[in-house]
C-alpha cells in the first residue's frame, strides 16, 4: 500500500513512464534541453543513467522543483 506522499505524486503525475528523457524533461520544467543539460552537468538536476543516456524520473524532477520554490518571492539571491 502506497504512502500519503507517493499517492499524492502518483496522483500529480499521472501516466508518465518512470523515467523520460532529456527532451521531455526540458519541456516539462519549461526549459531549453541545453541549460537541462547544464543544470546536470553541474549537479544540480537529479538525473539517472541507463547505458550511456541520461534519462530524468519525473517525481524526482517534481521534488527538484518543489524543494528549490522560492516562497514569497524573497529571492536572496541564494538558491539550494
Known amino acids: 500500500m502506497a504512502d500519503g506522499?507517493?499517492?499524492r505524486v502518483d496522483d500529480t503525475l499521472g501516466n508518465l513512464p518512470m523515467l523520460i528523457s532529456a527532451t521531455k524533461a526540458a519541456?516539462?520544467?519549461g526549459i531549453s534541453a541545453r541549460h537541462l543539460w547544464n543544470l546536470t552537468k553541474a549537479g544540480d538536476v537529479p538525473c539517472n543513467r541507463v547505458g550511456r543516456r541520461v534519462m530524468y524520473s519525473p517525481a524526482?524532477?517534481?521534488a527538484w522543483v518543489n524543494s528549490s520554490a522560492i516562497i514569497g518571492g524573497n529571492d536572496d539571491g541564494k538558491h539550494s
Open 5 to 7: 506522499i507517493t499517492k
Open 60 to 62: 524526482l524532477l517534481q
Open 27 to 29: 519541456e516539462r520544467l
